[in-house]
């Protein structure tokens, strides 16, 4: 899932300087499960703004809602009259929730709330690690399952570089070494010999490196006529 984290109050009331009447607008999808975005954060965090509010002697109003997916027109469409009466929105989606605000309401002022970070895994309760770039060729069947382009720092495709130590990833001793992880996982599996094949240069068209990317399924897209 989607991995966010919320921005400092003090970025947000920059932000925020000068609008009237706000709505922070949460997200129940990733950003919740990840204790960014979702209802709850949407509470404390119009309540913070409120109360620095009026601390500053500052006539603001701080609404707060959240929607379904902010990232689907069919859960933000619902919104077109009710962002009438607001200045600005304070989005605590992710980037892609931000962005699908800003086209849908073009002239509403959409702020972004949360740091998108990455797409990760909780790993155990307070933890969440990245586990996928989402680089359009994706080579876990060769890297049992664990992703070098994600968790090795120099994305080899050939591993360990010379720097791992015991396991572990000479940026951070915290940080396993993907590839030590990939060459006992392979051992499981019995899959040593695979590894021993020197891989190529992979091709980077298909990953953000090729500009921004579209999927398009012809089977599953609307009758010209129907589309907007
Ligand atoms: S190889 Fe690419 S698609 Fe597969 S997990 Fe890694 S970054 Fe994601
Ligand atoms: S130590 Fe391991 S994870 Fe770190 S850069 Fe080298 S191969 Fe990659």
Redesign the pocket.
């Known amino acids: 899932m989607i991995i966010a984290e919320q921005k400092p109050l003090v970025k947000i009331k920059e932000m925020l300087a000068g609008q009237q009447k706000v709505l922070v607008l949460g997200c129940g999808t990733c950003v919740t499960v990840c204790f960014a975005g979702g209802s709850k954060e949407v509470g404390i965090l119009a309540s913070s703004l409120r109360m620095a509010a009026k601390l500053e002697g500052q006539p603001k109003i701080v609404d707060e809602m959240t929607v379904q997916r902010q990232c689907e027109w069919e859960y933000i469409d619902p919104l077109l009259e009710k962002l009438d009466d607001y200045d600005a929105v304070l989005s605590l989606g992710c980037g892609v929730g931000v962005q699908a605000l800003a086209e849908r309401f073009p002239d509403k002022p959409i702020l972004p709330g949360l740091n998108t970070s990455f797409m990760g895994l909780p790993t155990e309760q307070g933890v969440w690690e990245e586990r996928c770039q989402a680089c359009g060729d994706c080579i876990l069947d060769l890297t049992g399952g664990i992703c070098p382009i994600a968790r090795?720092?120099?994305q080899?495709l050939n591993?360990?570089?010379g720097?791992?130590q015991n396991g572990r990833?000479?940026?951070d001793p915290a940080v396993p070494?993907?590839?030590?992880l990939i060459w006992e996982r392979a051992e499981k599996l019995g899959l040593r010999d695979r590894l021993l094949a020197v891989q190529p240069p992979k091709t980077w068209t298909t990953s953000r490196d090729g500009g921004p990317r579209r999927i398009i399924r012809d089977d599953l897209r609307l009758p010209e006529e129907y589309r907007e």
């Open positions: 090795c720092a120099k080899l591993g360990p570089c720097g791992s990833c000479e940026i070494c993907a590839w030590h």
